[in-house]
């Protein structure tokens, strides 16, 4: 009986043992913690790079929009002053187009701004209203409480590029800044090393 009794009293589960376990279930807890951790941050990261993906996409094709229906309008600047309206600038240009953002192809021309504002592609959007409405949008291009911001988070060494024909030798000549007069053959939006749109300008309708 004294042997008996002396086995089921050395059963059980030791400081030391104990301790043992204790640290091995926290060694396995902070393993798993940082694992899920990493995993929730990898698929943050997914999610806004496929979030930003989507935004540039729909940036691109907006613009291309934008471009495609572009027309030719005179400007009144002045009574001696009248021109056709673009005017295209590194940072930001002024054009009408038979595209609005706010209302899809509705038939009537629209006075677009586009401009590289503080990082932002903002596109701002007046009704064209004859000669004198766009004569009289002149100056830097804003951001308002009305602008739209198709792109964000752009490096500083974007801007707009205008194709013009060049001499022989270089037939293909991109320009910074483009003259008033006449229509560019192709516009190009540089929004960072990888991140470019361009569209070819064809004119099919004429606003007067």
Same mark, same amino acid.
């Given at each position: 009986?004294r042997?008996?009794?002396?086995?089921?009293?050395?059963?059980?589960?030791t400081?030391?043992?104990?301790?043992?376990?204790?640290?091995?279930f926290?060694?396995?807890?902070v393993?798993?913690f940082?694992?899920?951790?990493?995993?929730?941050?990898?698929?943050?990261?997914?999610? $806004?790079?496929?979030?930003?993906? @989507?935004r540039?996409l729909? *940036?691109?094709? *907006?613009?291309?929009?934008?471009f495609?229906?572009?027309?030719?309008v005179?400007?009144?600047?002045?009574?001696?002053?009248?021109?056709l309206f673009f005017?295209?600038?590194?940072?930001?240009m002024?054009?009408c187009?038979?595209?609005?953002?706010?209302? #899809?192809?509705?038939g009537?021309?629209? %006075?677009?701004?586009? $401009?590289l504002?503080?990082?932002?592609?903002?596109v701002?959007?007046?009704?064209?209203?004859?000669?004198?409405?766009?004569?009289?949008?002149?100056?830097?291009?804003?951001?308002?409480?009305r602008?739209?911001?198709?792109?964000?988070?752009l490096?500083?060494?974007?801007?707009?590029f205008?194709l013009?024909?060049?001499?022989?030798?270089?037939?293909?000549?991109? @320009?910074?800044?483009?003259?008033? #007069?006449?229509l560019?053959r192709? %516009?190009?939006?540089?929004?960072?090393?990888e991140r470019?749109?361009?569209a070819?300008?064809?004119?099919s309708q %004429?606003?007067?």
């Amino acid at each position: 009986m004294r042997s008996v009794r002396r086995r089921e009293s050395r059963r059980g589960v030791t400081l030391i043992e104990l301790l043992v376990a204790m640290t091995l279930f926290s060694l396995l807890s902070v393993a798993a913690f940082f694992s899920l951790r990493t995993g929730i941050s990898t698929l943050d990261r997914t999610r $806004a790079h496929v979030a930003q993906s @989507r935004r540039q996409l729909g *940036a691109q094709r *907006a613009i291309e929009r934008i471009f495609a229906g572009l027309v030719p309008v005179p400007a009144e600047y002045s009574r001696d002053r009248v021109e056709l309206f673009f005017q295209g600038q590194p940072g930001q240009m002024r054009f009408c187009t038979m595209h609005s953002l706010a209302g #899809g192809v509705r038939g009537a021309p629209t %006075i677009v701004e586009l $401009a590289l504002y503080q990082n932002k592609l903002v596109v701002n959007e007046f009704p064209f209203l004859g000669p004198l409405s766009a004569g009289a949008r002149i100056g830097p291009v804003l951001a308002g409480p009305r602008s739209f911001v198709l792109a964000d988070n752009l490096p500083a060494a974007g801007g707009f590029f205008y194709l013009d024909r060049g001499p022989q030798e270089n037939p293909d000549l991109w @320009r910074r800044e483009w003259p008033n #007069g006449y229509l560019p053959r192709a %516009i190009r939006v540089d929004l960072g090393p990888e991140r470019k749109v361009t569209a070819a300008i064809h004119v099919s309708q %004429i606003a007067r």
